[in-house]
């Protein structure tokens, strides 16, 4: 079992900036995808971002360049910078990893205020 705990949300004027963390319960330098994801009231859960275990990024084009997803092997977290946040970023905001079954974190709450 992998507990994926997720930190750092909160509100945020227009145009702030919040990091969020994800600590894992177990090592993630196995784990090659790391994910964000989130999940706005009313719609689908979508991918936020990527990373690998080599470093590289992928994102949902409404994070390209506002968004950087990084990890630490050494601490298990995978952190999410978010800059130029707008109201349209405001989602409960989950962590994703795969070790051989797939996990979940609890989510944590972005609200932009306009």
């Known amino acids: 079992q992998v507990q994926l705990v997720e930190s750092g949300g909160g509100l945020v004027q227009a145009g702030g900036s919040l990091r969020l963390s994800c600590a894992a319960s177990?090592?993630?330098?196995?784990?090659?995808?790391m994910g964000w994801y989130r999940q706005a009231p009313g719609k689908q859960r979508e991918l936020v971002a990527t990373?690998?275990?080599?470093?590289?990024?992928a994102y949902a084009d409404s994070a390209k360049g506002r968004f950087t997803i990084s990890r630490d092997n050494a601490k298990n977290t995978v952190y999410l910078q978010m800059n130029s946040l707008k109201p349209e970023d405001t989602a409960v905001y989950y962590c994703?990893?795969?070790?051989?079954?797939?996990?979940w974190g609890q989510g944590t709450q972005v609200t932009v205020s306009s």
């Open positions: 994703r990893g795969r070790w051989g079954n797939e996990y």
């Open positions: 177990r090592s993630i330098s196995s784990v090659d995808a």
């Open positions: 990373i690998t275990t080599g470093g590289s990024a």
